[in-house]
Each structure stands twice: as C-alpha cells, then as structure tokens.
C-alpha cells in the first residue's frame, strides 16, 4: 500500500511520461526509468524517503554532468568556452575585498590557465607558492605588529 503522497509523485510521473511521449521526446530508455523508479517508489516500505534519495541521486548527478569537464576549479556550468572561479575572497568593511583570488583560462588563440591573487597573474603554481608564502609571512608580521601596537597601546591606558 503506497501512501497519499507517494501516489501522487507515481501520477506524475506517469503523466510526465505520457507528455513526453506525446512530444516526441520519449524513448524505450526513457520508459523504462519510468518503470523502473515507479517500481522502487511502490515497493518500498518508506515511499518518502525513497523519493527523497532517488530526487538527491539525480540532482547529484545533474550537477556532475554539469559541472566543468576541463577545470575542477572552473564553477561555470553547462556548455562553455571561458573557464573561471572569482569567488576566493577576504571581506573588507566597505564593498572590496581585502584580498581576493581566482582562476581563468580563456578561449582563444592561447588558452593557459592563470591564477590571481588580487591584481597579479601567475601562470605555474611554484610562482603561486612563492607569493602566498610571502602573502603567509607579511600575515604573521601583521599579527606581530598588531599585538605590539594594542599592548603599547593599552600600557598608555
């Protein structure tokens, strides 16, 4: 016995079957996954939570089949030529970054991926390394720094 809600998801997807049949755009394949998800949504004890985990299942690999295919760090999704990430930031009181990075390797005669760090471009990740030691080393100085000046400041108090 399938519950009220379970019934209603195995209408729809018989109706989506049939609309898309009627479209042109069912296949063999394609009734047979009806079939099949109908099969497992009415024979499982938990109808709900099947239906949750057969949903999760093909929005995982929705994303998998959209995600880049040449960068792992591109976030462009779909069909696309340009590949970039520009979502590697430290917030700033007003509306820029205190420091921000990224990626991009654009279409084009040369195609060579590069990686930012706020106005400067590094095209080998041993030239990135050096830079973010150097950006590690000017972060401990400021830490040294800051607990110099408010321990100054507070022996003035």
């Not at 729809?12 to 009806?34: C, E, H, I, M």
Request: glycine content about 6%; proline content about 4%.
């Amino acid at each position: 016995m399938t519950s009220p809600s379970a019934e209603r998801v195995i209408a729809q997807l018989k109706a989506n079957r049939v609309s898309t049949n009627a479209v042109g755009l069912g296949s063999p394949a394609l009734d047979a996954w009806y079939d099949a998800i109908i099969d497992i949504v009415t024979d499982s004890p938990d109808p709900e939570a099947t239906i949750g985990a057969v949903a999760q299942l093909i929005s995982r690999e929705r994303r998998k089949e959209l995600a880049c295919q040449l960068y792992r760090d591109c976030t462009e999704t779909g069909p696309h030529f340009d590949h970039c990430r520009h979502n590697l930031k430290v917030a700033g009181s007003d509306e820029y970054p205190v420091l921000e990075a990224g990626m991009v390797a654009l279409s084009g005669g040369d195609m060579r991926a590069i990686v930012y760090i706020r106005n400067e471009e590094f095209a080998d990740a041993v030239s990135v390394r050096a830079k973010t030691t150097e950006l590690r080393n000017l972060l401990d100085q400021v830490d040294e720094m800051a607990d110099r000046v408010f321990a100054d400041h507070e022996g003035r108090s």
